[in-house]
């Protein structure tokens, strides 16, 4: 992986903010794709540790600037972790903007991979995922970086 590419694949921040910083005078915006109560892909169920038949809240969306993609992602809270989290009211807010404000917010390892996004047809060179907690609440976040992002940012095709 090319270094300028670490820069943004190993980045335990917000990737919300950093996306709005290196987008310049572009405009950022959350595009909901999807949102529904449904069941986990296999890996995902695996891991969250939920049994492979339960339900989870889901939810996917494209991070655009200037109504580009740059990054898919899918997020998964099992059920019992909602504990009154209305996060169906989030609309076409980020979900960072929301975990990245709690105090006592705990990040999960990252895992990396050159995967393509299950849910979306744009393809890109990198995919990251981890593990969100905040008390009780957990949320499993998976980020797709897309070829688009690359191509605007001058970024190394990998």
């Known amino acids: 992986?090319?270094?300028?590419?670490?820069?943004?694949?190993?980045?335990?921040?917000?990737?919300?903010?950093?996306?709005v910083s290196a987008g310049g005078q572009r405009a950022f915006r959350?595009?909901?794709?999807?949102?529904?109560?449904?069941?986990?892909?296999?890996?995902?169920?695996?891991a969250l540790g939920l049994p492979p038949a339960r339900h989870a809240w889901l939810r996917e969306v494209a991070l655009c600037l200037d109504e580009r993609p740059w990054v898919v992602a899918r997020s998964v809270v099992p059920l019992s972790g909602l504990h009154g989290q209305r996060l169906?009211?989030?609309?076409?807010?980020?979900?960072?903007s929301w975990l990245f404000r709690q105090p006592d917010l705990e990040r999960g390892p990252l895992e990396v991979s050159a995967?393509?996004?299950?849910?979306?047809?744009?393809?890109?060179?990198?995919?990251?995922?981890?593990?969100f907690r905040h008390r009780r609440f957990a949320v499993l976040v998976q980020e797709?970086?897309?070829?688009?992002?690359a191509d605007d940012l001058g970024l190394p095709s990998r």
């Open 1 to 19: 992986m090319s270094a300028a590419w670490w820069q943004w694949v190993a980045s335990r921040d917000s990737l919300t903010a950093r996306l």
């Open 30 to 46: 959350v595009r909901l794709l999807d949102q529904r109560l449904g069941r986990p892909r296999r890996d995902e169920a695996l």
């Open 88 to 96: 169906d009211r989030l609309g076409e807010r980020s979900l960072g």
């Open 115 to 131: 995967d393509p996004a299950p849910f979306h047809a744009a393809s890109g060179p990198w995919a990251r995922r981890s593990l």
């Open 144 to 149: 797709f970086f897309l070829d688009r992002m």
